[in-house]
C-alpha cells in the first residue's frame, strides 16, 4: 500500500544496502520509521526533500513489515535556518526533543502544527532563537498531558490567589506549591523546587498563551533565561525523559 504523508524530517542514519532509515515526523501518521535509497547527495527534488528543516510531501510504500520512501517533493524549505549558529543549534535541540517524545505511529496533529510554526518563526528569528524553544516546549507539555499544575497548590489544592509570591514551581511534584507544602517536600530530600526571581507560574503561562511568533524577537534577561533553562531540562527530563536543554549554548 501506497500512502502519502506530509512531514518533517527527525533524524537519519545510514543502514545497509546504500540505503538510509529516515524518522520523520508526519501530521497523518506520527512519527515513523522508514528507509529510502534515495541518494542524499543527489540534486533530485526527492534528495533535497531528505535534508533536514524541510517540510515535505512523502510517498511511503508499507510494506508487511517496514515503511520505504519511495518518493518525495518539497513544500518548504527553511534553509536560512542552516546560515545561522544559534537557529541551527536550537532547531537541532527541537528535532532531537520531537524524536524522543512522540510515539511511533500516534498521530498528533495540533504537535505538529505547532512544530511547522516552530520551524516558520525560528527561520526568520532575530534573537539568539532559545525562547523559541522554551515556549514550544511548554506548549508541548499540555499537548503530551504532562503541563504542570498552575492553577493550585498541586499538593494540597490552595487556590493561586491564596499563595503569595514569590510563587515556587515544584518539578518533583509537577506544578505550583504552597510555602507549607514546599517545606514538607523539602524535609524529604531529593526535591525539585524552584524559586527564580520572576514569577514563574506568569512566565510559563506567557509561553503558553502566546503565539510562537511573538517570542521571534524576544531575548530573556540571562539569568531569567538560565534559570528557565534549568527548570525546563528537569521538568522534560522527569516527564518525558528527554533533555535538549542540558547547558546554554556556547557555555560549557
Ligand atoms: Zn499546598
Known amino acids: 500500500m501506497i500512502v502519502s ?3 518533517i524530517v527527525l533524524r537519519q542514519r545510514k543502514i545497509a544496502n546504500n540505503r538510509r ?3 520523520i515526523f508526519t501530521r497523518q501518521y506520527g512519527k515513523l520509521s522508514a528507509g529510502t535509497s ?4 543527489s540534486k533530485s527534488k526527492a534528495a533535497l526533500a531528505l535534508r533536514p528543516f524541510t517540510h515535505a510531501e512523502y510517498d511511503i510504500f508499507k510494506g508487511r513489515e517496514a515503511y520505504s520512501i519511495n518518493s518525495a517533493s518539497v513544500l518548504h524549505s527553511y534553509y536560512s535556518i542552516g546560515e545561522d549558529i544559534n537557529r541551527y543549534m536550537t532547531a537541532a535541540a527541537f528535532l532531537e ?7 511511533e505511529g500516534v498521530a498528533m496533529p ?3 502544527k505547532l512544530s511547522l510554526e516552530f520551524l516558520d518563526s525560528v527561520a526568520v ?5 532559545e525562547t523559541l524553544l522554551f515556549a514550544f516546549i511548554v506548549k508541548s507539555l499540555r499537548m503530551l498531558g504532562v503541563m504542570p499544575e498552575l492553577e493550585c497548590c498541586v499538593n494540597c489544592g490552595r487556590a493561586l490567589a491564596d499563595i503569595q509570591a514569590p510563587r515556587m514551581l515544584s518539578v518533583s ?4 506549591v504552597c510555602p507549607e507544602c514546599a ?7 531529593a526535591s525539585l523546587i524552584y524559586k527564580p526571581s520572576f514569577d514563574i507560574i506568569n512566565v510559563l503561562r506567557y509561553f503558553e498563551s502566546k503565539p510562537l511568533k511573538a517570542f521571534e524577537k524576544i531575548d530573556m534577561k540571562k539569568e531569567d533565561a538560565n534559570a528557565a533553562r534549568e527548570i525546563l531540562a528537569n521538568y522534560t527530563e522527569r516527564y518525558l525523559d528527554v533533555n535538549v536543554l542540558g547547558k546554554p549554548y556556547g557555555e560549557g
Do not use: T
Not at 511534584?173 to 505550583?176: M, P
Open 5 to 7: 504523508a506530509e512531514g
Open 21 to 23: 532509515m529516515i524518522v
Open 38 to 41: 534515495i541518494n542524499e547527495r
Open 97 to 103: 526533543y520531537l524524536e524522543k517524545v512522540l510515539d
Open 110 to 112: 495540533a504537535l505538529f
Open 125 to 129: 528569528a532575530k534573537s539568539s532563537a
Open 173 to 176: 511534584s509537577g506544578g505550583i
Open 183 to 189: 517545606e514538607v517536600e523539602n524535609q524529604g530530600g
